[in-house]
Nanobody
Framework: QVQLVESGGGLVQAGGSLRLSCAAS????????MNWYRQAPGKQRELVAV???????NYIDSVKGRFTISRDNAKNTVYLQMNSLKPEDTGVYYC???????????????WGQGTQVTVSS
């Protein structure tokens, strides 16, 4: 199995910054794309940022210029640097990865448990 463990969430005032981390562990052969999703209360989960194994990134419009996704392939870790936070960024942030376990050829989806981000106005 592959486990994803997030950290770095918390309470911050509007305009502040937070850095989320997500470390993957287990019998990993390779990790393709790693993403951050978020889910605000009463809303559907949405894809916030994507990073491929080659380092290509993409973001939803509402976070462009404020959030930066990065990854350390040697550590199987993805980060989300969040600057100029707004109250509407509040939600549970989930790490997601498409990974292939060792001794297999099938890629599967894996999810972290989520970390709460609360931005006060």
């Amino acid at each position: 199995q592959v486990q994803l463990v997030e950290s770095g969430g918390g309470l911050v005032q509007a305009g502040g910054s937070l850095r989320l981390s997500c470390a993957a562990s287990g019998s990993i052969f390779s990790i393709n794309v790693m993403n951050w999703y978020r889910q605000a209360p009463g809303k559907q989960r949405e894809l916030v940022a994507v990073i491929t194994s080659g380092g290509s990134t993409n973001y939803i419009d509402s976070v462009k210029g404020r959030f930066t996704i990065s990854r350390d392939n040697a550590k199987n870790t993805v980060y989300l640097q969040m600057n100029s936070l707004k109250p509407e960024d509040t939600g549970v942030y989930y790490c997601h990865a498409v990974a292939t376990m060792a001794l297999t050829t099938t890629s599967r989806n894996y999810w972290g448990q989520g970390t709460q981000v609360t931005v006060s106005s």
